[in-house]
């Protein structure tokens, strides 16, 4: 695996019957990307990397983990950097994109493709009182 430049997102994850899972919250800034992972974090999921991931591809899927200058800490806008309770090199199953736009009651399957592999891609709004759960529920199967 070669890393690249990292890409602007933020990553958590949490255990799941196939091994550690993790999905990547990508947004405008402002979104609510870090704001996201906080209240995951908070609910027993582990931080992979704020605001900036590094992300490969190995064997038909897709790693991420933290560049060392910012590993296992995170923006909590309003109070500053924290430090959290994080993971290392991590493997993706789930894409998110924060927008504030209006949601699709029954969106068709997308997909993000990142290094030539694809991940499922859900379009969510950051700051909904329920995105942690519609998450958890999307990774829930994968």
């Given at each position: ?55 490969v591809?190995?064997a ?65 709004n ?17």
């Amino acid at each position: 695996m070669t890393a690249r430049q990292p890409l602007h997102g933020t990553v958590a994850a949490r255990w799941t019957t196939a091994g550690w899972r993790g999905v990547l919250i990508t947004g405008a800034p402002g979104a609510g990307k870090s704001d996201l992972a906080l209240r995951l974090t908070g609910r027993g999921w582990r931080l992979v990397a704020d605001d900036y991931a590094h992300v490969v591809a190995s064997a038909g899927a897709l790693y991420a983990i933290a560049p060392e200058t910012i590993a296992g800490r995170m923006e909590a806008r309003g109070i500053g950097v924290l430090t959290a309770w994080a993971r290392g090199l991590t493997r993706l199953s789930l894409a998110v994109e924060l927008t504030d736009g209006p949601l699709e009651r029954l969106p068709e399957r997308r997909t993000r493709v990142l290094e030539g592999v694809a991940l499922p891609l859900l379009r969510l709004n950051g700051f909904e009182a329920s995105v942690v759960e519609k998450v958890a529920a999307a990774l829930a199967p994968l």
